[in-house]
């Protein structure tokens, strides 16, 4: 099939990159988005949101007159469904004393509905959105037969799950292989026709629940990794080992690879993905809720390994450096930085967070610092939650200049403890339990 116009649902973290990819190969893009204010953004050929290499490319498409953003959709070739799958915000799952977060698919619901009155024949629906598995056969296919026309017979219906990293998804949108899943193998070949525009990539075609399912599995097989080095630091700390040391020697051995912990799992991938499967199947998935659960529970740790540096919390002045949920994007979206934030202040801490990558972010109950001299100046300690670049190449000693702090808690092994040191610092890092502090103000 050819496509020369396509509607991209949803223009954020993945449709907008999608979008303005298509337009860079010569296809007409009408990119459609709820919001007013990022329509004429874009239209002016500005961003919304970080990405290396976005601001060119939506430059660019605009200029070219193969892009434009809208409120509404209108006829095309192809519609591609972009759109967040957040958690419901009132609503928890149970089943056997297990309570477990349910996916909020109002949006794809949303999504599915508009493109009815412009569905023809022979068009394709293409769901990215990350679901549960049978979201595609069981909630959008119903949704768009309201049309009169029926997925596989009358038009071509496929799941394309992303499989893109955050800071370098330009690239990777079209070096990597995608995964194509059709509701028949006629839709599979659409979909991949589609995306064969600018995809360099291997192009697999199966069907659509499987292809939702693999992209869950992607994400809950890191979760359950990250969830055992988490554990991993707390079994360091509590038997005076440092973690960190312990990992880098234990994958010496040809078929370990232990990921890093850390203060947690964020973003709306490997924090979110997993619950999906939990909640298709909570009765099949205890390794996976639970995993979850450790993976939620670590901020406690972060605050517990704080309070073990700092002594009560009440009225301690913390500079939080990092609020992203993984180095070097402005993606705040799960991040576990913000949990830790507010656990922080249920103690009584006067927390400043500095968050480079998103300086005016409004985070509702955070205070957000202007600059980072601005957040470390009066602190008592200051607390490295993400591992952004910027920090690891911060000088001690120039740091010990702009504050008053000497007591640091680095949470990612993102500092060398010898330069900190040093410079006056008292030294403490997540999982290490060789060098724990026994603060003689506690």
Known sequence: MKFQKICVIGLGYIGLPTASTFAAHGVHVIGVDINSSIIETLNRGEIHIHEPGLQDAVKTAVQSGNFKAAAKLEEADAFIIAVPTPFKEDKLGEHNGMTYKLADMCAVISAAESIVPFLRKGNLVVLESTSPPRTTVDLVAPILARSGLQAGRDFHLAYSPERVLPGQIMRELIENARVIGGVTPE???AGSDLYATFVKGKIIQTDATTAEMVKLMENTYRDVNIAVANEFSRLADKFGVDVWEAIS??????????LSPGPGVGGHCISVDPWFFVEAAPELTPLIYHSRKVNDAQPHFVVETVRRALGPLKDKKVAVLGLAYKPDVDDLRESPANEVVHLLQAEGAKVKAWEPFKPNADMRGIHMAPSFEDAVADADLLLLLVNHTEFRRLYPAAVAAKTKARILVDTVNGWEREAWQNAGFEFFRL?????????PKS
């Not at 020697?249 to 232990?258: E, F, S």
């Not at 999982?431 to 603060?439: A, C, M, P, Q, R």
Request: cysteine-free; overall charge positive.
């Open 187 to 189: 839709s599979a070949q």
């Open 249 to 258: 020697i234990a994958n010496l051995h040809p078929r370990v690879k232990i």
């Open 431 to 439: 999982g290490d339990g060789k060098s724990k502090i026994v603060n």
